[in-house]
């Protein structure tokens, strides 16, 4: 499975931005498909996951209830919906994607494919 992201740029505090992540070489409708992301000087962070049936998205602390993670498995792609954007958001963003137990799904070794990241930088 190769993974393309897209739709990072620079925005300003409160706004919102939409990622999203194409899919190629095969349908990932079978795998667990989340977000990362990595700030400069810290490790890749769990964002957002959502499990192959698709029900009960997971989200990591600092983004629940401003982000939504969505896949549209007709076109085979993942989306992020990042809103009321906070400087602290800033980050490269990954999408990725793999064959994940729940026990391990906000580890970023436990997924198999990675995208090429995209920057976003939310400016205060």
């Known amino acids: 499975v190769q993974l393309q992201a897209s739709g990072g740029g620079l925005v300003q505090a409160g706004d919102s931005l939409r990622l999203s992540c194409a899919a190629s070489?095969?349908?990932?409708?079978?795998?667990?498909v989340g977000w990362f992301r990595q700030a400069p000087g810290k490790a890749r962070g769990f964002v957002a996951a959502?499990?192959?049936?698709?029900?009960?998205?997971y989200y990591g602390d600092s983004v629940k209830g401003r982000f939504t993670i969505s896949r549209d498995r007709s076109k085979n792609t993942l989306s992020l919906q990042m809103n009321s954007l906070e400087p602290e958001d800033t980050a490269v963003y990954y999408c990725?994607?793999?064959?994940?137990?729940?026990?391990?799904?906000?580890?970023?070794?436990?997924?198999?494919?990675w995208g090429q990241g995209t920057q976003v930088t939310v400016s205060s």
């Open positions: 070489g095969r349908t990932f409708s079978d795998y667990t």
């Open positions: 959502m499990r192959p049936t698709n029900s009960n998205p």
């Open positions: 990725t994607a793999g064959r994940v137990i729940l026990s391990t799904l906000r580890r970023s070794e436990a997924y198999n494919y």
